[in-house]
């Protein structure tokens, strides 16, 4: 079967294997609860929202994917989705990887998410996998900066830092997940990027290293990435919003 003929099946993968160190101590960040569910189940909720995809991969910590299946079994995800619970490594690119291993031969493109973005709506994801599929080999989701950005050179924690450049706004996109791949160029990213300290944190970066063009689409403000405790406190709101006008 050519590639043409072969049929769209779309995975997503979610690497959750970090701590989130960010968020204080305690449980890793992915099981973290907002509105008294684990930020990951509500994650992993998000992907199998849209009817595009048919498997979600979940990368556990590699001494905790028997905790994380469990917490998967524990909670209600639809039927029609597919769910794995694979063990991750020490980086992030490392866990991407151990994702992509886990998806079968017969899927053509791939979304990775952050499991620290719980809310991002399924018009977002749809979008992404339409855009794949449309035949963009990388899509991103991105939203337009509403602060101005100063290049500076870094210095010491606390002290004042030279301003070298200041980036034109209009140009920049502050960018967020699902990305949206061709599994096959994904693949070959990881296998061509060389995993370097921490790794790759951005899977479209490592693309764009191949000279591959990557695309945006429109982000939602309300995929932002739960870092920091401040950012419970909105999650927690916009959660409980959702719930109120039974838009969740």
């Known amino acids: 079967m050519s590639d043409e003929s072969r049929p769209h099946r779309t995975a997503a993968v979610i690497p959750a294997a970090g701590r989130g160190i960010r968020l204080g101590p305690g449980a ?3 099981l973290r609860t907002l509105g008294g569910t684990p930020m990951l189940i ?32 524990e909670h ?3 039927e029609r989705t597919e769910i794995l619970v694979v063990p991750g490594g020490e980086t992030r690119q490392e866990s991407v990887r151990a994702g992509l291993d886990a998806i079968p031969a017969d ?7 952050d499991a ?47 301003v070298v450049a200041t980036p034109v706004r209009a140009r920049l996109r502050a960018v ?34 191949l000279g591959v063009t990557v695309v945006v689409v429109p982000g939602h403000e309300e995929a932002f990435k739960v870092t920091r405790p401040l950012d419970l406190v909105l999650a927690e709101a916009v959660l409980a919003r959702r719930r109120a006008t039974d838009a969740y």
Do not use: C, Y
């Open 116 to 162: 620290a973005r719980p809310l991002v709506p399924v018009d977002t994801v749809d979008s992404v996998v339409e855009a794949v599929r449309d035949g963009a080999p990388a899509v991103v989701p991105a939203l337009p900066l509403a602060d101005t950005v100063k290049e500076v050179e870094p210095g010491r924690p606390g002290e004042p830092e030279p």
């Open 107 to 113: 899927f053509t493109a791939v979304l990775i998410h």
């Open 176 to 209: 967020q997940t699902p990305q949206g791949f061709d599994l096959a160029t994904l693949r070959l990213a990881h296998e061509k990027i060389a995993l370097d300290g921490e790794g790759a944190t951005d899977d479209a970066g490592m693309v764009e290293q």
């Open 42 to 73: 509500h994650a992993v909720r998000a992907m199998a929202r849209s009817r595009a995809i048919t498997l979600v991969v979940v990368v556990a910590p590699a001494d905790g994917a028997a905790e994380v299946r469990r917490l998967i079994d």
């Open 76 to 78: 209600a995800l639809p």
């Open 28 to 30: 890793p960040k992915a």
